[in-house]
T-cell receptor, first 115, second 115 residues
Framework: AQSVTQLDSQVPVFEEAPVELRCNYS??????LFWYVQYPNQGLQLLLK??????LVKGINGFEAEFNKSQTSFHLRKPSVHISDTAEYFC?????????????FGTGTQLKVEL | DAGVIQSPRHEVTEMGQEVTLRCKPI?????LFWYRQTMMRGLELLIY????????DSGMPEDRFSAKMPNASFSTLKIQPSEPRDSAVYFC?????????????FGPGTRLTVT
């Protein structure tokens, strides 16, 4: 079984400042890793994913994440945030095989960008 | 494509009433997932289907909940009788395998309020 821990439930940040949202996972097998974003009153959208290869992955809206196998982490970063990045961010994992890649989600991190 | 379609977007009902939530997945997707999102428990997977067949319903809270997928383009989640603790946002997602992994696409959700 897999589990995902998002250590910060809320992260306030000023516009144009950098941000890092933390995600740690636990699994007895290798996993694929995802970050999803949920804007207010909307469903979840895929931001980026790590499957294999380069440990630094780039996603939409200027976000990137780095996979660290030794620390079992997949932290999300953006060098300069915008007001429009205010949303809830979910980290998720799935084992490579079976179940249509059923996702296990973290509890989410609310990013609030302030002027 | 129109994306995953859910109806209704909002539902307010009284305790004891039957509630039916509907989902139309993206055409061609072979997996369909039902999730529930609450402040207390976050995002929980309730049940998922593969090619219209239920694969794992271990997340369904109790017998009051049932889900069906009579064909590839329609699924329902029914709660009978409803209780105030069922108040939540219910998401439907569908997925299709890309080069390596299935990617889930979420609908906008149905916000259920049981009074």
């Amino acid at each position: 079984a897999q589990s995902v821990t998002q250590l910060d439930s809320q992260v306030p940040v000023f516009e144009e400042a950098p941000v890092e949202l933390r995600c740690n996972y636990s699994s007895s097998v290798s996993v694929y890793l995802f970050w999803y974003v949920q804007y207010p009153n909307q469903g979840l959208q895929l931001l980026l994913k790590y499957l294999s290869g380069s440990t630094l992955v780039k996603g939409i809206n200027g976000f990137e994440a780095e996979f660290n196998k030794s620390q079992t982490s997949f932290h999300l970063r953006k060098p300069s945030v915008h007001i429009s990045d205010t949303a809830e961010y979910f980290c998720a994992v799935t084992p490579p095989a079976g179940g249509g890649n059923k996702l296990t989600f973290g509890t989410g991190t609310q990013l609030k960008v302030e002027l | 494509d129109a994306g995953v379609i859910q109806s209704p977007r909002h539902e307010v009902t009284e305790m004891g009433q039957e509630v039916t939530l509907r989902c139309k997945p993206i055409s061609g997707h072979d997996y369909l997932f039902w999730y529930r999102q609450t402040m207390m428990r976050g995002l929980e997977l309730l049940i998922y289907f593969n090619n219209n067949v239920p694969i794992d319903d271990s997340g369904m809270p109790e017998d009051r909940f049932s889900a069906k997928m009579p064909n590839a383009s329609f699924s329902t989640l029914k709660i009978q009788p409803s209780e105030p603790r069922d108040s939540a946002v219910y998401f439907c997602a569908s997925s299709l395998k890309g080069l390596v992994v299935y990617e889930q696409y979420f609908g906008p959700g149905t916000r259920l309020t049981v009074t």
